[in-house]
């Protein structure tokens, strides 16, 4: 059982050696609001390193997607599923934040998004993406962008 992320009371544990721990902590939260909202379900993540497979399963679809892999090492990772929808996120100790989409049936949606915390430039691996912004109460500014997964990655 990993760290239930509390959207009320937001905290940087975990996150503490991010130079941009309290805008990543923001994002974190942002994430499990919007779980607990839209589906009623409690956001927990675990440190990278007990969440291999899932940090594995994210780094091959970048990887053999857009041949994309970050300088930044994980901090925490999760997964959910809900409503046939399996949902990925890695949280990097830039204060990038991915998560991966991906529809358990044939034809479902399936994207892989990128959200920048506040106060982190893009990362280079990044610069070929335009992000948009969004304001967010718990994260300040998100700048966010994505694309459409091609591939079947089912780990």
Same mark, same amino acid.
């Given at each position: 059982?990993?760290?239930?992320?509390?959207? *009320?009371?937001?905290?940087?544990?975990?996150?503490?050696?991010?130079?941009?721990?309290?805008?990543?902590?923001?994002?974190?939260?942002?994430?499990?609001?919007?779980?607990?909202?839209?589906?009623?379900?409690?956001?927990?993540?675990?440190?990278?390193?007990?969440?291999?497979?899932?940090?594995?399963?994210?780094?091959?679809?970048?990887?053999?997607?857009?041949?994309?892999?970050?300088?930044?090492?994980?901090?925490?990772?999760?997964?959910?599923?809900?409503?046939?929808?399996?949902?990925?996120?890695?949280?990097?100790?830039?204060?990038?934040?991915?998560?991966?989409?991906?529809?358990?049936?044939?034809?479902?949606?399936?994207?892989?998004?990128? *959200?920048?915390?506040?106060?982190?430039?893009?990362?280079?691996?990044?610069?070929?993406? *335009?992000?948009?912004?969004?304001?967010?109460?718990?994260?300040?500014?998100?700048?966010?962008?994505?694309?459409?997964? *091609?591939?079947?990655?089912?780990?």
């Amino acid at each position: 059982m990993g760290q239930v992320v509390n959207f *009320k009371d937001v905290s940087t544990q975990g996150l503490e050696s991010s130079p941009v721990a309290e805008a990543l902590a923001g994002l974190r939260a942002n994430e499990a609001r919007y779980f607990k909202n839209k589906y009623d379900h409690t956001f927990t993540v675990e440190p990278a390193s007990e969440a291999g497979e899932v940090v594995d399963w994210v780094s091959r679809i970048l990887r053999e997607e857009r041949d994309i892999v970050f300088a930044s090492p994980p901090l925490e990772a999760t997964v959910v599923e809900v409503e046939r929808v399996r949902w990925a996120y890695v949280l990097y100790e830039s204060g990038l934040a991915v998560n991966v989409l991906y529809g358990l049936e044939e034809g479902d949606k399936r994207a892989v998004g990128f *959200k920048l915390s506040e106060g982190m430039d893009p990362p280079e691996e990044l610069s070929a993406f *335009k992000f948009a912004r969004q304001k967010s109460k718990l994260a300040g500014v998100i700048r966010g962008t994505y694309f459409v997964i *091609k591939g079947t990655y089912w780990p």
